[in-house]
């Protein structure tokens, strides 16, 4: 706004001197403005294409330079291939961006040069009209001042309007994200789950998960066309109600749609029909803060960050005091670990915990667990890279955070199974069988024909107990 003023003024005043070379001076003007337009496109197409290569450049780092990528890329013996991908990732974004600074420096290189070239005009017209008494030489100095004026501000408008189409480019992106229609929203005349101990109740839910379209852009992803597969139903009418105290089990092969169920009651995502109800409360209708505080959920892979043990843990609950960091980590028999570290609670354990074992990682998600102490309590094959040992202390601290409480227990361990107060058998989504361990063994179904296919020979019980929890682990698996 304030170089177009100046302009404006600059323009009255040499027009009130000489309106022959203000006319001289308005002819160039066009020659600012309309390369301009042309420059802000090409230097925009130039920004999209380098915000891509970027993009793809970060993508690969983040996923292959990470501490798992970075080990898994010197085990299969590919650091060659993937330095190679990097270098040529690498060496497009510096020629994307030279050829900007390259097209940007040409650009401003010219306007300076134009305005050069026109106050030479201006002094050889001028002195000529002056040495020809057409003109006063005062008026040539004064024009040429004012033309100095003239073309700072053209210049300054000039380059804003290539900065406003080039920084267009990454508006473009931001509004796209955000005109995207969120997957889970928080109804308006949402309500609280009561608290304290809380039934959950699944009632006729079918589920298929949202294509890629849907939760995606392909402007986001480094592909051409986003995959369109999704939209087939892959849980059909699932019903079952738990009371607090009660542990309902699933149980079934890979696939058959056990995590998938467990993920919706946090709402991961949403049901297409039917209801799951936490406390009475349908969660659609639930607040999010409400229904996070009530319903606690551990994953076969539970995430840690590249932050502190202490920081880990208080994202269960942030105004944790030490002492009740301090017992969830004994109740999850981490204490010890933890306090040989060289900084305790305050040791950074890398990215997704990579400086801790397996078993370690586990147990600092299910201690995240326990200092939450939800009302409602989601185990999706919480103890699975336990030892066998790890996992029968585990699971005492497991029973612990359980008592009273609704509990929906993905089945990995046969223990695990045998006390849960209803197992639900699924295959391709269906519950095809349900009831409890006796009960299902008396069935002789499914459920018994995956029983007796481990144990049909007694002498299983003589079985090493490592070997005994790994191999009928993997097979509920």
Same mark, same amino acid.
């Given at each position: 706004?304030s170089?177009?003023?100046?302009?404006?003024?600059?323009?009255?005043?040499?027009?009130?001197?000489?309106?022959q070379?203000?006319?001289?001076t308005?002819?160039?003007?066009?020659i600012?403005l309309?390369?301009?337009?042309?420059?802000g496109?090409?230097?925009?197409?130039?920004?999209?294409?380098?915000?891509?290569l970027?993009?793809?450049?970060?993508? *690969?780092?983040?996923?292959?330079?990470?501490? +798992?990528?970075?080990t898994?890329?010197?085990?299969? +013996?590919?650091?060659?291939?993937?330095?190679? %991908?990097?270098?040529?990732?690498?060496?497009r974004v510096r020629?994307?961006? #030279?050829?900007?600074g390259?097209?940007?420096?040409?650009?401003?290189?010219?306007?300076?040069l134009l305005?050069?070239? $026109?106050?030479?005009?201006?002094y050889?017209?001028?002195?000529w009209?002056?040495?020809?008494?057409?003109?006063? &030489?005062?008026s040539?100095?004064s024009?040429?001042l004012?033309?100095?004026?003239?073309?700072?501000?053209?210049?300054?408008l000039s380059?804003?309007?290539?900065e406003i189409?080039?920084?267009? #480019?990454?508006?473009?992106?931001?509004? %796209?994200?955000l005109?995207?229609?969120?997957l889970?929203?928080?109804?308006?005349d949402?309500?609280?789950?009561?608290? +304290?101990?809380?039934?959950?109740e699944y009632?006729?839910?079918?589920?298929?998960?949202?294509? $890629?379209?849907?939760v995606?852009?392909?402007?986001?992803?480094? #592909?051409?066309?986003l995959?369109?597969?999704?939209?087939?139903?892959?849980?059909?009418?699932?019903?079952?109600?738990?009371?607090?105290?009660?542990?309902?089990?699933?149980?079934?092969?890979?696939g058959?749609?056990k995590?998938?169920? $467990?993920?919706?009651?946090?709402r991961?995502?949403?049901?297409?029909?039917?209801?799951?109800?936490? +406390?009475?409360?349908?969660?659609?209708e639930?607040?999010?803060?409400?229904?996070r505080?009530?319903?606690?959920?551990?994953?076969?892979?539970?995430?840690?960050?590249?932050?502190?043990?202490?920081?880990?843990l208080?994202i &269960?609950?942030?105004?944790?005091?030490?002492?009740?960091?301090?017992?969830?980590?004994?109740?999850?028999?981490?204490?010890?670990?933890?306090?040989?570290?060289p900084?305790?609670?305050?040791?950074?354990?890398g990215?997704?915990?990579?400086?801790?074992?397996?078993?370690?990682? *586990?147990?600092?998600?299910?201690?995240?667990?326990?200092l *939450?102490?939800?009302a409602?309590?989601?185990?999706?094959?919480?103890t699975?890279?336990?030892?066998?040992t790890n996992? $029968?202390a585990?699971?005492?601290?497991?029973?612990e955070?359980? &008592?009273e409480?609704?509990?929906?227990v993905i089945?990995?361990?046969?223990?695990t199974?045998?006390?849960?107060?209803?197992?639900?058998?699924l295959?391709?989504g269906? #519950?095809?069988?349900?009831?409890?361990?006796?009960?299902?063994?008396?069935?002789?179904?499914r459920?018994?024909e995956?029983?007796?296919?481990?144990?049909?020979? %007694?002498?299983?019980?003589?079985?090493d &107990?490592?070997?005994?929890?790994n %191999?009928?682990? *993997?097979?509920?698996?």
């Open positions: 706004v170089s177009f003023v100046q302009l404006v003024l600059t323009l009255l005043v040499m027009g009130s001197l000489s309106w070379v203000t006319l001289l308005l002819v160039i003007v066009p600012f309309i390369p301009a337009r042309y420059m496109r090409r230097l925009a197409a130039m920004r999209r294409e380098a915000n891509d970027n993009a793809t450049m970060n993508d *690969q780092m983040t996923e292959r330079f990470n501490a +798992g990528g970075a898994l890329v010197k085990l299969m +013996g590919e650091p060659e291939t993937e330095a190679g %991908e990097f270098d040529i990732r690498a060496d020629d994307i961006g #030279v050829r900007t390259f097209t940007m420096g040409v650009f401003m290189s010219s306007l300076t305005s050069t070239l $026109a106050l030479a005009v201006v050889g017209v001028g002195g009209s002056a040495l020809s008494g057409g003109l006063e &030489a005062g040539v100095v024009l040429a004012l033309l100095t004026r003239l073309y700072a501000p053209l210049t300054t380059n804003a309007r290539v189409m080039s920084a267009m #480019v990454s508006f473009e992106r931001v509004f %796209e994200v005109d995207l229609d969120p889970i929203d928080e109804a308006p949402a309500v609280d789950v009561p608290s +304290g101990p809380v039934s959950v009632d006729d839910v079918r589920f298929s998960y949202p294509s $890629a379209e849907k995606s852009l392909a402007s986001l992803e480094d #592909v051409a066309v995959d369109n597969r999704g939209g087939e139903e892959i849980l059909h009418g699932i019903d079952f109600r738990a009371e607090p105290g009660e542990v309902i089990a699933l149980v079934g092969s890979s058959s749609g995590s998938t169920l $467990a993920s919706l009651m946090p991961l995502y949403d049901v297409d029909s039917g209801a799951i109800r936490v +406390g009475g409360v349908d969660v659609r639930a607040t999010k803060a409400s229904l505080r009530t319903v606690g959920m551990v994953t076969q892979d539970g995430h840690l960050f590249h932050d502190s043990v202490r920081a880990n208080r &269960a609950k942030a105004d944790a005091s030490d002492a009740e960091i301090w017992d969830a980590l004994r109740r999850a028999r981490l204490l010890d670990t933890v306090d040989e570290l900084d305790g609670l305050d040791t950074v354990i990215d997704r915990g990579y400086r801790l074992s397996g078993g370690e990682r *586990q147990r600092l998600t299910i201690a995240r667990l326990l *939450q102490s939800p409602v309590v989601v185990l999706d094959e919480a699975s890279a336990l030892d066998s996992e $029968a585990i699971q005492e601290a497991l029973n955070a359980m &008592a409480r609704t509990a929906l089945a990995h361990r046969l223990s199974v045998r006390a849960a107060s209803e197992i639900l058998v295959e391709d269906y #519950v095809v069988e349900r009831g409890t361990h006796t009960e299902l063994l008396a069935a002789d179904g459920y018994a995956l029983y007796h296919v481990q144990f049909a020979d %007694e002498s299983i019980a003589e079985i &107990a490592d070997e005994f929890e %191999e009928i682990g *993997q097979y509920l698996d």
